[in-house]
T-cell receptor, first 116, second 112 residues
């Protein structure tokens, strides 16, 4: 069974640009969550999608948005990039909605975004 | 607001020793707690998941305990090996915040 895949793995963007990251969950998983990981803040929850609907959102500005498609694949978009957006962006999928557990999250390898 | 703390931030131990990693959380209203391992530049690998009604979970050389009332969890690693070197993160699903909150991790180095 294929794991969670994320594309691209590495990305370099300039301040002010926008970026779209993609996440393909494990087959059959309908919940996809996104996280930002930085050395200073650690892992922080961005949002979760379940059955194409945003189920929950973390404390990030509106520049961070996402969506989920009918095949459960998810995309995350960051507009007007800032230097502080440089981070490892991880997505995780689970079989059931994370509030409807028992759940277990399976993580992808992440996308390393560098903003210059 | 739920906060998760992991102490120490880094730990080095000789190969073969047993060790304990600690995780504490401020709000006992959790759905479950999960321990992860992260290798440098990689994603997270789930190690153990403990439901709030459970006291412990075991997988191979790993044993995780949960004391919800005191807001503590421990991850016990028996007979450590160099391959165990990684960052270990704990995460709680907070009922009140309705989201998963991670600690900042313990960076473990097993000395050959």
């Amino acid at each position: 069974k294929a794991g969670v895949t994320q594309t691209p793995r590495y990305l370099i963007k300039t301040r002010g640009q926008q970026v779209t990251l993609s996440c393909s969950p494990i087959s059959g998983h309908r919940s996809v969550s996104w996280y930002q990981q930085t050395p200073g803040q650690g892992l922080q929850f961005l949002f979760e999608y379940f059955s194409e609907t945003q189920r929950n959102k973390g404390n990030f500005p509106g520049r961070f948005s996402g969506r989920q498609f009918s095949n459960s694949r998810s995309e995350m978009n960051v507009s007007t990039l800032e230097l502080g957006d440089s981070a490892l962006y991880l997505c995780a999928s689970s079989l059931v909605h994370i509030a409807g557990g028992p759940y277990e999250q399976y993580f992808g390898p992440g996308t390393r975004l560098t903003v210059t | 607001k739920q906060e998760v703390t992991q102490i120490p931030a880094a730990l080095s131990v000789p190969e073969g020793e047993n060790l304990v990693l600690n995780c504490s959380f401020t709000d006992s209203a959790i759905y479950n707690l999960q321990w992860f391992r992260q290798d440098p530049g990689k994603g997270l690998t789930s190690l153990l998941l403990i439901q709030s009604s459970q006291r412990e979970q075991t997988s191979g050389r790993l044993n995780a305990s949960l004391d919800k009332s005191s807001g503590r969890s421990t991850l016990y690693i028996a007979a450590s090996q160099p391959g165990d070197s990684a960052t270990y993160l704990c995460a709680v699903f907070s009922n009140r915040d309705d989201k998963i909150i991670f600690g900042k991790g313990t960076r473990l180095h097993i000395l050959p």
